[in-house]
C-alpha cells in the first residue's frame, strides 16, 4: 500500500487535472449555467529553497548536498570508547563463515573503519558461535547472552543470519534488553560479510549513540533565532492498539527530547496506559524525567521548551 502510494509530484499533479477533474464531474458543460468554470491547470506559486543546514563534526563542518554528506576524512563530535566488547555469531542453518578466521577478518576490518572515524575501539576480540533452532531460538539464545553478560562487555556485536531471524532477533533484544540489561548491536551475516566500509561506519554510529557519545550537530549560525543551548526539544506520541489486539491490549505514551545544545542524544521513556486513550496520563512525570536530564547534563533547565506531538 506505501509503495503504491509513492508517487512524483507531477504524476499527482497530472491526475488531479485529468483523472480528478473527470471524477468530480467539474468539466461538465452545464456547470456555465451557474456561471462556474475550473480551470484545468493548478495554481502556479512562487516558492523558494532554504538553504540546508551544515553538518558539524569534530574537526570539519560539511554542506549538505541530496540530504547526504560523506564521512569520509570526519571524526565524530565525541566519540565513545570501546575497552571491553564481546561478538556473539547467531546461525540456524549455513554459515557465511566456515572458517573462524574469515569472521576475524571481517571484525578487524570492521573495527578499522571505527577507528578511522575516530571511536576508541579496542581490538576484535575472538569470536563465539551459536548454532541454534529458527523455530525455537530462545532458550539458547538467553543461556549463552547471560554468560556473555556476566564478562561485563560495554557492548555485544550479535551476527545474526539474514533470513528467517525474527524470531532470534526478538530473543536476542528481550534477553539484552530485559533480562541482561546489556547494550548489544545486531547485524545481519550476509551483509557484514561483505566488508563494506560504509556499512561498517553506519553500524559504528548507531553504537557510539548506545554508549553515549555524539556523531555530529549543527552549527550555532544554523540555528536561526533558537539557541540549542536554552532550547529542550520534545516529541511526544501515543501509539494505540491493533485492530486485532486483545480487548486487555493498553495504550504506550511515549517522550523523546533533546538534553544538551548538540541535539546528539535523545533518549526516551514510554508508559502503557488505558487503551485508545489519546492523552499522555502520566505526561507530568514522563515531562520531568526529561527535565531532569537535561539538568544532570546542562546543570540548568531549558529556559525554551518545543513539543512536537500529533494529539
Known amino acids: 500500500m506505501i509503495k503504491f502510494a509513492v508517487r512524483s509530484p507531477s504524476a499527482n499533479a497530472n491526475s488531479i487535472t485529468t483523472v480528478g477533474l473527470s471524477l468530480l464531474r467539474l468539466e461538465r458543460s452545464d456547470m456555465s449555467a451557474f456561471d462556474l468554470t475550473v480551470q484545468p491547470h493548478l495554481l502556479t506559486v512562487l516558492g523558494r529553497r532554504l538553504p540546508s543546514p551544515q553538518v558539524h563534526f569534530a574537526r570539519k563542518t560539511v554542506s549538505v548536498v541530496n540530504a547526504r554528506w560523506d564521512l569520509r576524512d570526519k571524526t565524530l563530535l565525541k566519540a565513545a570508547a570501546m575497552s571491553s566488547w564481546r561478538c556473539l555469531y547467531i546461525t540456524a542453518g549455513q554459515q557465511v563463515w566456515s572458517n573462524p578466521a574469515d569472521l576475524q577478518t571481517c571484525l578487524s576490518a570492521f573495527v578499522s573503519g571505527l577507528r578511522g572515524i575516530g571511536l576508541q575501539w579496542a581490538a576484535a576480540p575472538p569470536p563465539e558461535l551459536l548454532r541454534v533452532e529458527a523455530s525455537n531460538p530462545s532458550a539458547a539464545i538467553s543461556q549463552k547472552l547471560h554468560e556473555l553478560a556476566m564478562k561485563k562487555p560495554s557492548m555485544l556485536l550479535v551476527i545474526i543470519p539474514a533470513?528467517?531471524?525474527?524470531?532470534i532477533y526478538n530473543a536476542v533484544k528481550y534477553s539484552c534488553d530485559i533480562q541482561e540489561g546489556v547494550l548489544c548491536q545486531c547485524v545481519v551475516d550476509s551483509k557484514f560479510a561483505k566488508q563494506q566500509i560504509q556499512y561498517y561506519v553506519n553500524v559504528g554510529l548507531n553504537m557510539?549513540?548506545?554508549?553515549?557519545?555524539?556523531?555530529?550537530?549543527?552549527?550555532?549560525?544554523?540555528?536561526?533565532?533558537i539557541s540549542p543551548e536554552k532550547t529542550m526539544f520534545v516529541g511526544l506520541d501515543v501509539t494505540h492498539p491493533s485492530p486485532g489486539s486483545t480487548s486487555s491490549a493498553p495504550s504506550v505514551a511515549s517522550i523523546v527530547s533533546s538534553i544538551d545544545r548538540t541535539l546528539g542524544q535523545w533518549p526516551a521513556a514510554i508508559r502503557v496506559q488505558e487503551a485508545r486513550k489519546e492523552m499522555i496520563t502520566d505526561l507530568t512525570e514522563l515531562f520531568q524525567g526529561q527535565l531532569k536530564l537535561w539538568r544532570r547534563k546542562t546543570r540548568i533547565l531549558p529556559a525554551n521548551l518545543i513539543v512536537f506531538s500529533r494529539f
Open 163 to 167: 533470513y528467517n531471524n525474527i524470531s
Open 208 to 225: 557510539n549513540l548506545k554508549l553515549g557519545g555524539v556523531n555530529r550537530s549543527i552549527p550555532d549560525s544554523n540555528s536561526g533565532t
